[in-house]
């Protein structure tokens, strides 16, 4: 532990008057040659006593005194309901296990002694309500919606091996009344909730395939890179290739190609493609019928190995060299120092501890006058419900629906790659943060946990809330009689999910004038491609290797209910106008001004944002005045570059994902439309379980609940800087909500992190801070020690997952297991 003296606030707060010495030099040095009508940099005027009032008004609203110390904020809270979105308890998924194995029909195995032709028990998590039920609970008209458990049966004991959907309940299970039924309503097509699985002989794919053909070509492979992939202790290439599975014309076809290993612990088998790709025919179950159906390689397809070998070894045959591990593709610290960097760096503190308080068991959170709820799904990991201003509702639910990553090459298995991660799940890829890392070491972290074959895995530490100062105030002005400057405080609720090869990090943050924002940021190892012939699709970026170009699309879920459930989407544009007016003197003016219109229905509710960003979406509720007569709402606009993708009707996805066809789309919300992708739409591209694009029927969107499915993303062609690792200060993808006439001014007056500084003859007259310092001045407090351990001292603290078994249940034997994929 290291104690370090803080200066005092009132330190600070005396020494401004020594500081505005230099101000003021400053302040008298510039002699702009213009001045701008309304500036009160020259004009020597007097406070307005509209401005004084309001700083009398503050100062009368002062916090009551509090020590300024750390450790004397209440940070816990009691949520005002139970949190209708979390996740099952530890006793209630053993009760729904335990009642699954029993239900006889369902004819379900443990999966430690499932082979591929048993059912097992995929997932069991919560049901999430509908809405009207779970409003009628929070808004307190109504009892706590029943709780059911959402299960997905992974049914391998069948030639038409599939998953279910089904719903099991209601919960506590209760041996007379627990029964279990398809989940239908969410998918949009008659399906009986079952989605085909074209993983199912995932256990018997190497061994009786994949390794089989990288043991016929051995010759070959040892001749190319002196290494081989054949299932054998002392293999050095693995063997893996597209998602999804080729699904046309009845068949299901699969593309393979050779990787290098990584000879140490980095995770860099992504950048050492060799080159070489196969395709075969896994239609059915039956791996005798499977079938090889060529090879490629430098751009020439051979229909047969015997082709392909001959060929190989005949003269003139061009052979590439391979990409090897090494150095540039490790993250460990290389090269030279940098100047001055082994010196503690630049670190926030909060030294009165956390101002916000959270209810640990419901997952809740206030922070100033913002409270929301967070869930947590195997899917799509963590979402925020109910997220309110005053006590006032913005938004009843904000989350990730899916995450695409489309890939293009002149390869097919670049050609064939279009992720859909949620098929993996977010959920259980949210990994541990690491402290002062992923997030600053005083956050307040919770932990997640999702069902994996009879047992739940923890993620301790895994979400993390804190409050923020950024770099950059939120409001500042300057005249030659003061300076008033406000900081930016905000609040954030992040997690981080590494899907195979990557790092998606979500972040929600909340703002002191009402805004709030969504942000994708993105590292790990790229998935890269061979260089030969890749030119168009992508930069040679090292010796054999192509930085891979792919566009990453992440669909998120925005109901907005402002001020209540009749909502309406307003378009306002900036647009040209050639005008006369009665005072121009019978000239037409060449100038600008607004145009309005509403979206009418589903019709029109698939669009991008408008050309030179004229254009503003506009969520409003039309029976909503303000009192100066304008609709109150919130305003959507992008925030740090956001896409949708460019590939049109994608051959690797049919309709697997229409929603990543356009920036924004809006639907009228429905129980049935509850979400825009199923985890398993890569199973079945041509007729997924949920078609986004059957949501738009051309239903009504004026004065209705709406929901605005909104994409971030970004076109990432990886350059040289993407090696080891892509980094997240490029990888960034942003939205932001922010009030439009919502609220009666700005909102961020309300803070007292600010302060007005009068200042007259060099010298500062007033300094006011708007009793945030009160308790300093009472001399209670003047300087604090502050309880400083530098992050990096704590990370023996680092546990990766706890599990504990739930059938038969064992809750006093958690023990430790990470995976990833
Ligand atoms: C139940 O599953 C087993 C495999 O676990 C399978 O052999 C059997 O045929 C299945 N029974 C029925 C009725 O489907
Ligand atoms: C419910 O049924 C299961 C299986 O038949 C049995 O093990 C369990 O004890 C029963 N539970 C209750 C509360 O009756
Ligand atoms: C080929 O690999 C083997 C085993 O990994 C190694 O002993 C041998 O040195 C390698 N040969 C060459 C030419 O690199
Ligand atoms: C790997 O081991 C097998 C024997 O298990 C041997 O036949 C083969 O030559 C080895 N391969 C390499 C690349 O060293
Ligand atoms: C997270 O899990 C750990 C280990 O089980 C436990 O000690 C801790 O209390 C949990 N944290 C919360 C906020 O529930
Ligand atoms: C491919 O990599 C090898 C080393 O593995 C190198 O010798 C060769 O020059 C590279 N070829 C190209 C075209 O970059
Ligand atoms: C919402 O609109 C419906 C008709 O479209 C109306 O019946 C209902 O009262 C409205 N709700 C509110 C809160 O205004
Ligand atoms: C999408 O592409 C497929 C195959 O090329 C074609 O059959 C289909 O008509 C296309 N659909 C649209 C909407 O363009
Ligand atoms: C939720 O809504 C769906 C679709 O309308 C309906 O089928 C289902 O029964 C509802 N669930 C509950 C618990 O009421
Ligand atoms: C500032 O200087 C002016 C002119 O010298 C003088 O009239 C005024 O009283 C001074 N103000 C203060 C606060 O000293
Ligand atoms: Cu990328």
């Given at each position: 532990m290291g104690f370090f003296d803080v200066i005092s606030p009132r330190a600070i707060a005396t020494s401004a008057l020594v500081l505005t010495t230099f101000a003021q030099d400053a302040l008298a040095a510039p002699k702009a040659p213009w001045i701008r009508p309304g500036g009160g940099y020259y004009g020597k005027k007097k406070m307005s006593n509209h401005i004084k009032r309001a700083i009398e008004g503050n100062n009368q609203k002062r916090a009551p005194e509090t020590p300024f110390c750390a450790e004397s904020l209440t940070t816990t809270v009691k949520a005002p309901k139970d949190n209708v979105w979390g996740t099952l308890v530890d006793v209630e998924i053993a009760s729904v296990v335990e009642w699954l194995f029993a239900q006889e029909d369902l004819n379900l195995t443990?999966?430690?002694?499932?082979?591929?032709?048993?059912?097992?028990?995929?997932?069991?998590?919560?049901?999430?309500?509908?809405?009207?039920?779970?409003?009628?609970?929070?808004?307190?008209?109504?009892?706590?919606?029943?709780?059911?458990?959402?299960?997905?049966?992974?049914?391998?004991?069948?030639?038409?091996?599939?998953?279910?959907?089904?719903?099991?309940?209601?919960?506590?299970?209760?041996?007379?009344?627990?029964?279990?039924?398809?989940?239908?309503y969410l998918h949009n097509k008659p399906s009986g909730g079952k989605v085909r699985n074209l993983d199912a002989d995932n256990d018997i794919v190497y061994s009786e395939w994949l390794f089989k053909i990288g043991a016929s070509v051995a010759d070959i492979t040892l001749d190319l890179w002196n290494a081989t992939a054949m299932g054998l202790e002392n293999d050095t290439l693995s063997i893996w290739g597209i998602d999804p599975l080729w699904q046309d014309d009845g068949r299901i076809i699969r593309w393979d190609t050779f990787w290098n290993t990584p000879t140490e612990v980095f995770d860099d088998s992504t950048l050492l493609p060799l080159g070489l790709y196969f395709s075969s025919d896994v239609t059915g179950r039956d791996p005798s019928k499977w079938k090889l159906e060529g090879w490629l390689y430098n751009g020439i397809f051979y229909e047969t190995t015997e082709a392909f070998r001959a060929a190989y070894w005949s003269e003139g045959f061009v052979k590439h060299g391979a990409n090897v591990d090494g150095d540039w593709a490790r993250t460990d610290h290389q090269g030279e120092p940098l100047p001055m960097d082994s010196a503690a760096a630049p670190e926030l503190i909060a030294p009165a501890g956390n101002r916000f308080a959270v209810d640990h068991k419901q997952n809740y959170v206030e922070w100033q006058d913002y409270s929301f709820y967070i869930g947590f799904t195997r899917d799509a990991g963590m979402a925020l419900y109910d997220i309110r201003y005053k006590g006032e509702r913005l938004i009843y639910e904000l989350g990730l629906q899916e995450a695409l990553a489309h890939y293009a090459g002149n390869d097919p298995m670049n050609s064939g790659t279009a992720y859909l991660d949620t098929f993996y799940g977010f959920g259980p890829y949210t990994f541990e943060l690491v402290k002062g890392y992923d997030c600053p070491a005083h956050a307040v972290y919770l932990n997640t946990s999702f069902y994996v074959a009879e047992t739940t895995h923890t993620h301790i530490d895994s979400v993390c809330l804190f409050e923020y100062v950024s770099d950059f105030p939120i409001q500042r002005h300057t005249t030659s009689d003061y300076v008033s400057v406000t900081k930016n405080t905000y609040f954030v609720a992040r997690s981080i999910s590494t899907i195979g090869n990557y790092d998606y990090m979500f972040s929600y943050s909340f703002f002191n004038d009402g805004s709030i924002s969504v942000e994708v940021r993105a590292s790990g190892y790229i998935q890269s491609a061979f260089f030969a012939g890749n030119g168009d699709y992508g930069f040679k970026i090292h010796d054999n290797l192509s930085g891979s170009m792919h566009d990453h699309v992440l669909n998120f879920k925005v109901d907005f209910d402002i001020l209540g459930t009749n909502n309406s989407v307003q378009l306002m544009s900036t647009v040209p106008v050639s005008k006369s007016y009665p005072w121009s003197k019978g000239k037409v003016r060449n100038t600008m001004a607004l145009s309005r219109s509403f979206i009418e229905n589903e019709d029109e509710g698939r669009f991008n944002w408008g050309h030179n960003s004229a254009t503003q979406v506009l969520v409003v509720n039309e029976d909503e005045l303000n009192k100066h007569g304008e609709l109150r709402g919130y305003r959507i606009?992008?925030?740090?570059?956001?896409?949708?993708?460019?590939?049109?009707?994608?051959?690797?996805?049919?309709?697997?994902?229409?929603?990543?066809?356009?920036?924004?789309?809006?639907?009228?919300?429905?129980?049935?439309?509850?979400?825009?992708?199923?985890?398993?739409?890569?199973?079945d591209v041509h007729d997924p379980p949920i078609d986004f694009a059957k949501f738009f029927d051309g239903e009504n969107l004026r004065k209705e609940d709406l929901v605005l499915w909104l994409n971030l993303g970004m076109h990432h062609i990886p350059h040289t800087g993407d090696l080891p690792n892509t980094v997240m200060t490029t990888a960034h993808s942003g939205i932001q909500f922010m009030p439009s006439n919502y609220f009666d001014g700005d909102l961020s007056r309300r803070t007292v992190n600010q302060v007005r500084i009068n200042y007259e003859n060099g010298t500062a007259t007033e300094i006011e801070t708007f009793g945030q310092f009160k308790a300093a001045e009472d001399g209670s407090c003047g300087t604090c020690k502050l309880d400083y351990t530098p992050a990096d001292r704590k990370h023996g603290d680092y546990h990766g997952d706890i599990v504990v078994r739930k059938f038969p249940f064992d809750p006093n034997n958690p023990y430790f297991e990470s995976e990833s994929i």
């Open positions: 443990i999966t430690d002694d499932a082979t591929g032709w048993d059912n097992t028990i995929q997932l069991v998590e919560a049901m999430w309500p509908n809405k009207t039920d779970a409003l009628a609970y929070i808004d307190g008209t109504g009892p706590a919606p029943t709780k059911y458990a959402h299960v997905v049966l992974n049914n391998r004991a069948t030639e038409d091996a599939h998953y279910a959907d089904i719903l099991v309940g209601p919960l506590p299970i209760d041996n007379a009344t627990a029964k279990w039924e398809p989940l239908t606009l992008p925030y740090t570059g956001a896409g949708h993708l460019v590939v049109e009707n994608s051959t690797n996805l049919a309709n697997a994902a229409n929603w990543a066809s356009h920036d924004i789309q809006i639907t009228k919300r429905k129980d049935t439309e509850y979400k825009g992708a199923h985890a398993y739409n890569s199973q």
